[in-house]
């Protein structure tokens, strides 16, 4: 069973940085996996994503240029580095994963994504 585990959320304040974590585990033929974000009384929001090989890291218009998606190798989780942080940017973070292979070239919808892991708190303060 496919399980992701994510951390490394917490509050900060504005214009500080964050780098958010998604181990995952049995998770043998994925293709890509992503970083979703949901606020209080939002839907949840495409935030990047990443192939499993760490190749085509595509954002979101609202973090393009502030955020990062990394993986060094299939070992190893993957990351969200999240720069310049405001107070849009607070929400539940998931990290998720998907076994289709045209997400190597990226996925940006929820329906895209079968696997999900329970998330973590980013909260930034003004």
């Known amino acids: 069973q496919v399980q992701l585990v994510e951390s490394g959320g917490g509050l900060v304040q504005d214009g500080d940085s964050l780098r958010l974590s998604c181990a995952t585990s049995?998770?043998?033929?994925?293709?890509?996996v992503g970083w979703f974000r949901q606020a209080p009384g939002k839907e949840r929001e495409f935030v990047a994503s990443?192939?499993?090989?760490?190749?085509?890291?595509f954002y979101s218009d609202s973090v393009k240029g502030r955020f990062t998606i990394f993986k060094e190798s299939a070992t190893r989780p993957v990351f969200l580095q999240m720069d310049s942080l405001n107070v849009e940017d607070t929400a539940v973070y998931y990290c998720?994963?998907?076994?289709?292979?045209?997400?190597?070239?990226?996925?940006?919808?929820?329906?895209?994504?079968?696997?999900w892991g329970q998330g973590t708190q980013v909260t930034v303060s003004s």
């Open positions: 998720a994963l998907t076994k289709k292979l045209s997400c190597r070239l990226g996925c940006f919808g929820v329906d895209d994504y079968a696997y």
């Open positions: 990443i192939s499993w090989s760490g190749m085509n890291p």
């Open positions: 049995n998770a043998n033929g994925a293709d890509a």
